[in-house]
């Protein structure tokens, strides 16, 4: 297949009047798209980057970042995306560590670069889109300085060539550079248009950030299928819903938090989505309370929950829509992340000595695909740690494969709780405690205990006053006592990264200070 500068360039031929994004109350059609692109490449050509080189851009999501990522790619260069929740020096990392040539900056984050514009070893362009009253390259009067011819390649693109290098959320230690390639993109682009019913009429809202594989494969997804993509600034969940409503959406893909946030806001439910046809969900843990209630919401709307990660260019796996069924014979399958995708073998192995575990035994989740990274940028120890031979990479998810070969995830294999020789995943006890009326939200995490190693401990924001020993009853009535809470911890809010992935380290930090490892 060709690489995915080219396939921009094949739409732009094929239908260059349609309308490649909207952004706001502007649009662009995909001739113009493209011509942007080669700007984008242009620009970034005459300020030194070339084949390989990084650039990196910290934004909410925008036409601007879509142009970079197709203008660096099509001179053969990568962009970075960064998390722009990111603190300054933790943004200062991201950039040093991809050797960024050329850091583009919106208008909004100046203050972050001016704060770490010198600690920046590798950048010599900075350039800030929109704005005014910095010293620093203005976007664009530097894309219209360039001219608008595409630069000369020596030889074309490999697809094995890497298109984007998204950094791992870093919820376990630093961030890591996911090198995702063109042929990555290729693999599951294919599927995802079959799976997801994708044809002339779909209209797809880009509502994650753009340095999130999701929205970064949606964003490409757009361009691969020839469709209207809607970009959304960043993940407000009334804007996206009045987006949905004034463009018509068709597709969008959204965390279990927003969808949780979205059944909260009395003018979301104003809006009319009933031109949802598809809604796909993941990249956290959903309660099956949370799903009920979107469903509700959206009745005419079909769900699809995906698994995948950062380095696995997103969805490895799918529950169809037919799945989706709460009080149907196989409505346990909601608790699932479905069925791998064609392509995709998985495997439930020993986290310890790799050896394959059977049907309905829990043990990390392995996949086999050509949606595998091409490996971890700069760090080959932890590339060969996660790409195993025989092309298995390790998820570090633990789960299990039931008869069906449906994929059930319990945890993340570092958040286990090991509790007097028992696996406690809390997750499940999670699920469990999001069950209860009075718990809004919360997260189970191991403390340690001197007689089991280590206990589960549930921190829960409560709508109402509930004594913890009602909670422990509670888990108790449902579950195995030794996965059961034996305290409970009572907060405003539960950190969560941008995701809605729970800040596991942050909370059990406090529990452990003092202790040899964070596991007794």
């Known amino acids: 297949m060709p690489g995915l500068t080219e396939v921009l360039r094949e739409r732009a031929e094929l239908h260059p009047d349609r ?23 242009a620009a970034l050509a005459a300020s030194g980057v070339g084949r390989g080189d990084r650039i990196a851009v910290l934004d909410k999501n925008s036409l601007e970042y879509v142009e970079q990522l197709f203008g660096a790619a099509r001179i053969g260069a990568v ?9 300054p020096n933790e943004v200062a990392y991201i950039v040093n560590d991809a050797q960024a040539k050329v850091f583009i900056v919106g208008a909004d984050f100046v203050p972050v670069l001016d704060a770490i514009g010198d600690e920046l070893k590798h950048t010599t362009h900075l350039v800030v889109i929109g704005g005014s009253g910095h010293p620093h390259h203005d976007y664009a009067e530097w894309i219209g300085a360039a001219g608008d011819a595409a630069p000369h390649l020596e ?79 960043e ?26 946030f979205m059944q909260l806001i009395p003018e979301v439910a104003e809006c009319d ?27 005419t709307t079909g769900f699809m929950q995906v698994y995948g990660l950062t380095e696995t260019t997103g969805a490895i796996t799918m529950l169809p829509v037919e799945d989706h069924d709460p009080d149907g014979p196989n409505s346990h399958r909601l608790r699932s992340a479905g069925l791998p995708n064609p392509t995709c073998a998985l495997k439930i192995a ?23 990274m091409k490996g971890y940028w700069g760090m080959p120890e932890a590339t060969a740690s996660a790409l195993l031979p025989g092309g298995w990479f390790r998820t570090g998810d633990a789960g299990y494969l039931d008869e ?64 913890p020993a009602d909670l422990i009853a509670y888990c108790r009535a449902r579950l195995a006592h030794f996965k059961c809470p034996t305290s409970v911890e009572r907060r405003d809010t539960i950190p969560r990264n941008p995701t809605g992935k729970i800040l596991k380290r942050e909370l059990r930090a406090p529990y452990w200070e003092g202790e040899d490892r964070a596991v007794h």
């Open 350 to 372: 020993d986290p310890a000595t790799q050896e394959e575990m059977p049907p309905g035994q829990v043990g990390e989740i392995l996949c086999r695909t050509p949606q595998n």
């Open 235 to 260: 993940p407000d969940p009334t804007a996206i819903a009045r987006g949905i409503e004034r463009h018509r959406v068709t597709h969008i893909f959204l965390v279990p938090v927003l969808m949780q």
């Open 19 to 41: 309308i490649a994004f909207i952004a706001g109350d502007t649009e662009i059609t995909y001739r113009d798209f493209d011509r942007r692109a080669d700007q984008a490449a």
């Open 404 to 467: 069906d070969g449906y994929l059930y995830i319990h945890d993340r294999v570092k958040d286990m709780i090991i509790s007097g020789g028992e696996n406690v995943y809390p997750a499940e006890v999670e699920n469990v405690l999001m069950g209860h009326p009075a718990v809004g939200d919360c997260a189970v995490i191991g403390v340690p205990d001197q007689q089991w190693g280590e206990t589960p401990k549930a921190i829960v924001v409560l709508t109402e006053d509930v004594p």
């Open 155 to 233: 030889r074309e693109i490999d697809t094995a060539d890497v298109f984007v290098q998204l950094y791992s959320s870093g919820t376990t230690g630093l961030p890591k550079g996911v090198m995702l390639t063109h042929d990555n993109f290729n693999a599951v682009l294919p599927l995802s248009s079959d799976l997801w019913n994708i044809d002339d009429s779909t209209v797809m809202m880009i509502a994650m950030p753009m340095y999130h594989v999701a929205g970064n494969a949606l964003t490409v997804c757009v361009v691969f299928d020839g469709l209207t993509g809607v970009i959304a600034r």
């Open 79 to 87: 962009q970075v995306p960064v998390n722009y929740r990111l603190a």
């Open 273 to 299: 989505m009933s031109s949802l046809r598809l809604l796909l969900y993941g990249a956290s843990p959903i309660s099956e309370d949370v799903l009920r209630g979107a469903m509700r919401m959206l009745p």
